[in-house]
């Protein structure tokens, strides 16, 4: 007898699990050694004792997996002592090529009646009695590894009941397992239906027909629901209903979603709201999940529930909701998972996971949601809250009678609109009545002495129902009920409001899909390294409150997949999840139009999808056929009162045969995976073949429930490994070349593919790897952090070998003295006459590696000034240690970070930005006794040759510069070295007045501070300021040599090393130079080196101090080099680096003072075109300056404005000639310390902010004082050049430009 494929069949398999008597009790080894729990406690391996057909073509039988899963904990032993309630599961199989195959799973205990089993039991509880007390005191310790003991089991106090068996008083009871098999989730008609089978062996009745009748009818006869159908078909003793969406094929307007059977009410009664939505985030950003729970069940709901509401996008990674026993050892993957793990008698705090920082816990019982740390908030997440509390209120009359939850205490501080879910429940109607009594010792020995005598069969006639309710109910079977409706349209308007969600979200994503240009089998063979989507693009488009989730997101794996399939639907058919999503959107734009701006309007298409469901659900499509007699049974299994009997197999074992189906019910064989494989159709057999193998390689990382030996483990764990190197390499690559490009930009070339966004969630995501490298293979788990506890480990056997002599940071500085000063900025000064004998007396302990400490302080390079021989030391610059050790001290010292996972990121952070985390991990793994005290044989820092490319993979990112650190941590307070480099010639080293410095960089300045006559060197503690941009220098000019000539000035930043100089080649003093007592120098970030600082090199190497300082025409030698052309350029490319700064986000900006007064900058520039042609070095023998002009330019508007000179003057002119002069009189009145040169470049910077440069300059080139003091061929006297540059500068109109601080030094202009 043969039938067609079970393609068209509701099930393929029925399944029995058990006690295989013939074998007796075998341990269940790989749940660990249980020996010293009680025998009634221990696992005990189950067998698959049946299971019928024997085998379907298209669903091959795994028996490992379907025993593993059927019963995750084994075998499961009670006396009549304890409650015996069935208790139902569902699980899925993931197979390798991702398809999956669903169970349902419903367990219940059994009377042992076979006498070995029972003696063997005996037999175990009088050798655990005759073990010693203290080895039974073991069981109070916490187990160290999860994987080799799941359930910790606390021994009993004697005060305690301890589970015990007697074979002569008690009575023992054994789990049993009915299961069947399905490709689709029909869970609740399942569990219904294996629930009537439960009851015709609990409560046998005559006129039932034999239990292979039934078994024969849901395997063989009854069908698959057709799409957009509903179907009725028989179980033992009433009609179980299920139906099933409509392709979306077949519907023109909003078409359905996918078929879903679990119930999303049971999601929203474990989990609150809000921690419903960070639970939804985080697995949306593919971190690891971990579900805990007593019940299997809720695992189950749980991990598909979360997974369902990210449609259009599935989960592509681990995917495991029930975790057996045997494989805890998967917790340690390195990879994202959701993963299911049984919550035994152990405590939360007693679970020892391999890595904590990466992970977000749901303790499904405690109502509880610990997430990662900076988890990004889901955009209109408010929105989705109130939206998701109306939905529950709405249905909270008709579905929470029934909520068949436990009672848990209520956290304070929760949404009072969640807590009315469940606030007018009577506790008659609530389930805690069945709960509370099956939980009832007394309740337990009453019910046994009941059963016993005859009293009574069940604990299930104490039911709610009464008699009237049930004869109604298997009465009513004409239509589905009330209750299931409501279940459907509940799961219906959740599912629509997430997905309403998702539409606005990525209303115009395929905008930035970039198309390929090439057919499908290149596109396949390149499609690891092409970009499919324009991220920077898409970003850009964002809200700013979007970007720290939709950045990271991006990155994600399902939203790649996504974006595959939607080019693959050029070459291919579309993926049924996006032809949902996109006719979805086309709905959404007609109803709010093309443009959908990020404002979010709530879902109104679950009235339409309601209709259709109603419709369906109200009037059954089919009818299937009804259990009946089969005729070629001929012994049926006879029937005793709570056995399920061995069923005869022979008739049950019919042959299935492959036949083609209709294309409508090929449509919906695929699997959730299959989108990753719908390429294949176009494929030859050989390119098919290929890909099957890469896609076997992509899915390796899901546990093989097959393969539980020895070597079968030590494969997957090898698998892991490589998925971790190719990870990684691919993570440091794109990390380099988006980098690479990004500095591209900043030169002129191509196009700006990543922003300050992108680039922190690229470095918070290499974080995460290393976190999840680090965790791969522990012996043992110290703390949330797997990085940092390695790295505390290794501080401290340091510390040991260097006789405990901890290295404290006050010793890198010599001998300082405090002076108060403004703006809490704290600041040491140093001795001149001792600087450098101190520094030479501690140079030995400036290193804490231990190459550091051998080393001879001659051996060290510094940077000194050459020549300074004369009477002042000049200030001599250490390098900074290089050791890992001196790093993780000084993260430990910031007060702001409080976690271990805090201080690992902050660590790595700092080594990327100091170019030094290649070596530090290096350092961190050189020790070889630590990583094998912390780590099992098969981790991945334990590979030699993999760990090797790893660490050179991590070197490459040497190649660019990141500020990980600085951005990252503002309020960190950052130690700054400062050197001041007067120049020796003249005498004039040194200065009589009191000099003061300050300086500023991107997130604030320092105020000015005070420094003591004669000091060169101090150190200044303040908040951290980000990259430094300017440093303003001067003194009061008092005594009898004020002036000071100051060559540069350098600063360090003692946490990141970075080591910025400030050009100034000018004299400070009235009577000298330009009478500036005050200078504003431009900072210029000199180069890192992995070792040390080639400072004298780097010094030497910078650009020339006439572009980052102000400088008088005779100290620009390239002035008169220049032509009128070049000049022209440079002008251009100065204005077109500002247009360019205001076009990007505002976040991402970069330093607005250095395009205006650095190198190349606006004031530079400008200096060139005043310069050219300027008459002072043949009139006025070097003494004249721009400002000069400036001045006697304002003397002829006066002049004008005050009639003494005579001249015809326009509306415009005279508005612009008195601007102009009071523009200037202000800048004299406001900076008396302030040089020519210096109020020329507040001249220029003022100017461009008030938009009024380009209306002056016209003025200005007119007058005759142009004339007078140009010569005929200069720029300012060519009508046309004035004409280009009054254009050139009209571009930044548009523009609200904002000066920083520093550079009017506060001044009110």
């Not at 077949?250 to 078409?255: I, L, R």
Request: include cysteine; proline fraction near 5%; hydrophobic fraction near 35%.
């Amino acid at each position: 007898m043969s039938l067609q494929s079970s393609a068209t069949r509701f099930a393929d398999y029925f399944v029995v699990c058990g006690l295989d008597t013939s074998t007796g009790l075998e341990p269940d080894q790989l749940s660990g050694d249980n020996l010293q729990c009680p025998p009634l406690d221990r696992p005990f391996k189950s067998k698959v004792l049946q299971h019928v057909p024997e085998n379907v073509p298209s669903n091959p039988f795994d028996k490992t997996a379907v025993g593993m899963l059927c019963m995750p904990q084994g075998l499961g032993f009670c006396t009549q002592k304890e409650t015996k309630r069935p208790r139902f599961h569902s699980f899925l199989i993931t197979k390798e090529d991702g398809s999956r195959v669903f169970g349902s799973a419903l367990t219940f205990y059994e009377e042992v009646r076979d006498t070995k089993i029972c003696a063997a039991m005996q037999t175990l509880q009088h050798m655990y009695r005759a073990q010693p007390e203290d080895e039974h005191e073991e069981e109070n310790q916490p187990s160290l590894q999860l994987r080799r003991s799941p359930k910790v089991t606390k021994r009993s106090s004697p005060r305690q009941s301890v589970k015990v068996f007697d074979s002569k008083s008690d009575t023992l009871y054994v789990t049993k397992c009915l299961c069947l098999i399905t490709q689709y989730p029909f869970v609740t008609a399942q569990k219904e239906y294996l629930r009537q089978l439960y009851e015709a062996v609990e409560k046998p009745v005559k006129s039932h027909l034999p239990l292979e009748c039934y078994v024969y009818n849901i395997l063989f006869e009854v069908p698959l629901p057709q799409p957009g159908r509903s179907m009725k078909f028989y179980g033992v003793s009433r009609p179980v209903f299920t139906q099933r969406p409509m392709d979306w094929r077949e519907v023109k307007g909003v078409s359905e979603l996918p078929l879903f059977d679990f119930s999303l009410w049971d999601l929203c009664r474990f989990l609150e709201v809000k921690d419903l939505i960070l639970l939804f985030t985080s697995v949306l950003l593919e971190h690891q999940i971990l579900l805990y729970s007593s019940d299997y069940q809720k695992l189950m709901t749980v991990a598909e529930c979360i997974n369902v509401l990210t449609f259009p996008f599935t989960w592509q990674h681990v995917y495991v909701p029930i975790l057996p026993a045997s494989l805890t050892h998967f917790l340690d993957a390195p990879v994202p998972f959701i993963m299911g793990l049984h919550h035994g008698r152990e405590k939360r705090s007693e679970l020892t996971l391999p890595s904590e920082a990466n992970m977000c816990f749901v303790d499904i019982d405690d109502k509880t949601v610990d997430v990662p740390e900076d988890l990004p908030p889901f955009p209109h997440h408010q929105e989705l809250k109130e939206e998701l509390v109306r939905a529950i209120n709405l249905y909270k009359v008709s579905l929470g009678k029934d909520s068949s939850k436990t009672p848990s205490p209520k956290k304070s501080g929760s949404n009072k609109e969640e807590s009315t879910i469940s606030r007018n429940e009577s506790w008659t109607n609530m389930p805690e009545r069945m709960e509370i009594l099956n939980q009832s010792e007394a309740f337990a020995k009453i019910s046994a002495i009941a059963k016993k005598t005859g009293v009574w069969t069940s604990i299930e006639e104490f039911s709610d129902k009464s008699e009237k309710e049930k004869d109604l109910e298997i009465k009513d079977s004409s239509s589905m009920g009330q209750r299931q409706i409501d279940h459907l349209k509940f799961n219906n308007m959740i599912r629509e409001i997430f997905l309403n969600h998702f539409l606005h979200l990525f209303s115009s994503y395929e905008t930035f899909v970039i198309q390929p240009t090439q057919d499908m089998e290149s596109w396949l063979t390149n499609r690891e390294i092409m970009q499919n989507f324009d991220k920077a693009a898409f970003l850009s488009d964002q809200p700013e409150g979007y970007l720290p989730f939709m950045s990271s997101f991006t990155e994600t794996q399902m939203f790649a997949t996504l974006i595959d399939n939607k080019i693959l639907c050029h070459f291919d058919e579309v993926d049924p999840n996006l032809r949902v999503f996109d006719s979805r959107l086309k709905i959404l734009r007609e109803r709010l139009g093309e443009y959908i701006t990020h404002t979010y309007s709530p879902c109104t298409t679950v009235e339409d999808t309601e209709k259709m469901l109603e419709k369906r659900v109200v009037y059954i499509d089919h009818v299937s056929l009804r259990p009946h007699t089969l005729e070629d049974l001929t012994s049926p299994a006879s029937v005793e009162t709570g056995f399920f009997p061995q069923i005869e197999t022979d008739v049950l074992n019919v042959q299935i045969t492959q036949q083609p189906s209709k294309r409508e019910s090929a449509m919906w064989r695929r699997k959730d995976r299959s989108m990753q494989h719908s390429e294949h159709i176009t494929l030859t057999s050989e390119q098919r073949e290929k890909y099957l193998q890469d896609a076997r390689l992509k899915h390796v990382r899901q546990p093989k429930l097959t393969d539980m030996s020895a070597a079968g483990m030590m494969q997957t764990n090898w698998k892991f490994v490589e998925t971790l190197l190719q990870e990684i390499k691919n993570k440091t690559k794109r990390m380099l070349v988006e980098k690479m490009g990004h500095e591209a930009i900043e030169l002129g070339h191509g196009d700006a593919n990543i922003n300050g966004v992108e680039e922190n969630t690229m470095i918070a995501s290499l974080c995460d790897m290393l976190e999840r490298i680090w965790s791969h293979g522990l012996q043992s788990k110290k703390g949330k952090s797997a990085l940092w506890s390695h790295l505390l480990s290794y501080l401290e056997l340091q510390d040991c070998n260097y006789g405990n002599q901890c290295l404290d940071s006050n010793k890198l500085a010599p001998p300082v003295l405090h002076v108060p000063i403004r703006k809490r900025t704290r600041v040491q000064f140093m001795s001149i006459r001792s600087l450098y004998n101190c520094l030479c007396s501690n140079i030995s302990v400036m290193s804490l590696s231990p190459e550091g400490l051998q080393d001879h302080p001659s051996q060290i390079k510094t940077h000194r000034r050459k020549g300074s021989t004369g009477r002042i030391e000049l200030p001599t610059l250490t390098p900074l240690p290089s050791s890992l050790a001196y790093d993780m001290r000084k993260v430990q010292q910031m007060v702001d970070i409080r976690t271990d996972v805090g201080h690992a990121r902050a660590w790595v952070r700092l080594a990327l930005e100091k170019k030094m985390l290649e070596s530090h991990l290096k350092e961190l793994l050189s020790d070889a006794d630590l990583l094998r005290n912390l780590y099992k044989r098969y981790a991945f820092l334990r590979c030699e040759d993999e760990k090797e490319q790893f660490l050179f993979h991590l070197l490459s990112l040497n190649a660019v510069d990141y500020f990980s650190y600085t951005n990252s941590f503002l309020n960190t307070v950052v130690p700054y070295k400062v050197l001041i480099y007067p120049s020796p010639k003249f005498g004039c080293s040194t200065t009589s007045a009191n000099p003061w410095i300050s300086f500023a960089g991107q997130h604030g300045e320092t105020g000015v501070i005070e420094i003591p006559k004669g000091c060169l060197e101090f150190n200044v503690e303040h908040k951290n300021l980000g990259i430094l941009t300017t440093l303003r220098i001067g003194h009061d000019n008092t005594g009898l040599t004020p002036r000071w000539l100051v060559e540069y000035v350098l600063v360090r930043n003692e946490l990141t090393g970075h080591l910025y100089k400030f050009p100034c080649g000018r004299w400070l003093g009235k009577m000298v130079d330009d009478g500036s007592t005050e200078r504003l120098l431009v900072a210029q970030l000199l180069p890192q080196h992995s070792d040390t600082y080639d400072l004298d090199l780097a010094v030497a190497s910078s650009p020339p101090n006439k572009a980052l300082s102000p400088n008088s025409p005779k100290k620009s030698p390239d002035s008169g080099s220049l032509s009128i052309p070049e000049i022209q350029e440079r002008l251009g490319h100065a204005i077109n680096n500002l247009v360019k700064h205001f076009y990007k986000p505002e976040k991402e900006r970069g330093n607005l003072t250095y395009l205006l007064c650095g190198e190349q900058g606006l004031v530079h520039c400008l200096e060139l075109v005043f310069q050219y042609g300027f008459r002072s070095s043949r009139l006025f023998r070097n003494k004249f300056f721009i400002w000069d002009y400036l001045e006697k330019v304002k003397q002829y508007f006066e002049g004008v404005l005050t009639g003494e000179v005579r001249q015809a003057l326009s509306e415009g002119a005279r508005a612009g000639y008195w601007i102009y002069c009071n523009f200037l009189l202000k800048i004299n009145s406001a900076t008396e310390s302030v040089g020519k040169d210096g109020k020329f470049q507040i001249f220029v910077c003022v100017g461009i902010r008030d938009h009024i440069l380009q209306k002056l300059l016209p003025l200005i080139a007119s007058s005759p004082v142009t004339d007078q003091m140009y010569e005929e061929n200069s720029f300012l006297r060519n009508y046309s050049h004035i004409n280009y540059l009054v254009h050139i500068l009209s571009t930044l109109e548009e523009f609200q430009i904002t000066l920083e601080s520093s550079l009017l030094r506060g001044l009110e202009i």
